[in-house]
């Protein structure tokens, strides 16, 4: 289980990957983790489609990643519409694949009529999946924050308050939102050290690699985009390969100060780019080399 690797090595060093879209092969995936394996992550996750679209796909990859690499892998499971029933029946098929970490969300509001049915029929609050999944005692939970708060929490003090009760209910670790501004994330570290929030937080990092990424990302999470991050932006939108490059570098940089500071964890979003996932790893070996060695096992 996940959190036993964070009592004998920190920092741990972990990768998100989604299902193809329905119409894709299921092989452009496994091609994917199959050139990130030698990278050795300390596990990879793995998330829906939009709206739960590959939830069945996700525990066949998660499955693969675990039997055929020998690999940490950590399934997304959401609840906002799904029954007990279904949420005991995913977690069944988890275990019986050898399956024994889950990342516990609410999930999206689904889209037009579907939202009466949501709210009658499932779990409000991803807290309530965590305490229904920590009851069952077999699984190591993980869990979602957010260090410019939920885009949908009207403070940060109350998303920490709501945190505080994901954690209360059995969570053993969390992972953040992306964030592009290093010092956001210390100051939710405080904060959350204040709260008793004292469970391991690996700070999720995206490389940006197109304007219309950002665009999406900052419309969908309301980020902030620090003004460095800005003038990368403005200065190379119309020169796809070097905003690119920019992008990678930027992400290289925000994982050695992380590092640095002596975080518990970096949890990159690799957008199934393993190239792009490559050049950043390879770029931060001697650092990573360097922490590993520092610990005792």
Not at 142 to 159: M, Q, R, T, V, W
Not at 182 to 200: A, C
Not at 231 to 252: D, F
């Amino acid at each position: 289980m996940i959190k036993y690797k964070f009592k004998n090595k920190r920092p741990l060093i972990s990768f998100e990957i989604f299902p193809p879209k329905r119409d894709y092969p299921i092989d452009t995936i496994y091609n994917t983790i199959k050139a990130l394996n030698d990278l050795r992550p300390d596990f990879i996750s793995v998330t829906y489609g939009a709206g739960g679209s590959t939830k069945d796909t996700t525990v066949e990859i998660a499955s693969f990643i675990k039997n055929k690499y020998n690999l940490s892998s950590l399934a997304h499971l959401t609840c906002f519409t799904s029954s007990r029933e279904d949420i005991d029946n995913i977690l069944n098929s988890l275990k019986a694949h050898g399956i024994r970490n889950v990342l516990a969300l609410r999930g999206d509001y689904p889209s037009g009529n579907n939202l009466s049915y949501a709210i009658s029929n499932s779990y409000k609050y991803a807290r309530d999946l965590i305490a229904h999944i920590r009851e069952r005692g077999e699984f190591c939970i993980g869990a979602a924050c957010y260090p410019e708060k939920h885009i949908e929490c009207k403070s940060l003090n109350l998303d920490l308050i709501y945190l505080k009760e994901k954690v209360d209910a059995g969570v053993d670790f969390l992972i953040t939102q992306l964030f592009f501004d290093n010092e956001i994330f210390y100051r939710f570290r405080e904060k959350t050290s204040k709260l008793n929030i004292d469970v391991p937080i690996l700070a999720g990092i995206l490389p940006v690699l197109n304007k219309k990424q950002i665009e999406r990302i900052v419309s969908l999470t309301g980020c902030t985009l620090p003004p460095k991050f800005l003038r990368i932006l403005q200065k190379y939108e119309h020169n796809p390969e070097a905003l690119k490059e920019a992008g990678i570098a930027y992400a290289v940089e925000q994982i050695v100060d992380l590092l640095s500071w002596g975080v518990d964890g970096v949890h990159i979003y690799t957008m199934n780019k393993a190239k792009t996932t490559r050049r950043i790893l390879n770029s931060i070996k001697n650092i990573r080399g360097a922490l590993v060695n520092e610990c005792v096992y």
